[in-house]
């Protein structure tokens, strides 16, 4: 799961770019809004190991990453992508 934030034709390059790489498979986009400032501004891409027991025990933790990242299960209501985007980047 990614963040683009910026000017509207430089994010849009860019996930073209993404979408055209082979080593990409199956992005979607959960949401695309216009926004004042960027949110994650300071925040850089993390991995975290979701199955560690210790992570699980975190306030907040979401089994959201449990469930198939598909467009479908998704696109009525993307808040779970954003609630462990914001964990992520305040932890």
């Known amino acids: 799961m990614q963040v683009l ?6 994010v ?3 996930y073209a770019a993404i979408q055209a ?18 949110v994650f501004d300071d925040w850089s891409m993390g ?3 979701l ?3 210790q992570i699980q025990e975190l306030p907040g933790y979401t089994r959201f ?3 198939t990242l598909s467009y479908e299960n998704f696109k009525d ?13 305040n932890h």
């Open 5 to 10: 934030e910026g000017d509207k034709s430089v």
């Open 12 to 14: 849009l390059d860019l």
């Open 21 to 38: 790489d082979r080593r990409h498979h199956g992005a979607i986009v959960l949401i695309e809004e216009e926004i004042e400032k960027p």
């Open 47 to 49: 991995f975290r190991n």
């Open 51 to 53: 199955s560690d027991p």
């Open 65 to 67: 990453m449990n469930n």
């Open 77 to 89: 209501d993307p808040s779970g992508a954003l609630e462990l985007l914001y964990f992520f980047r």
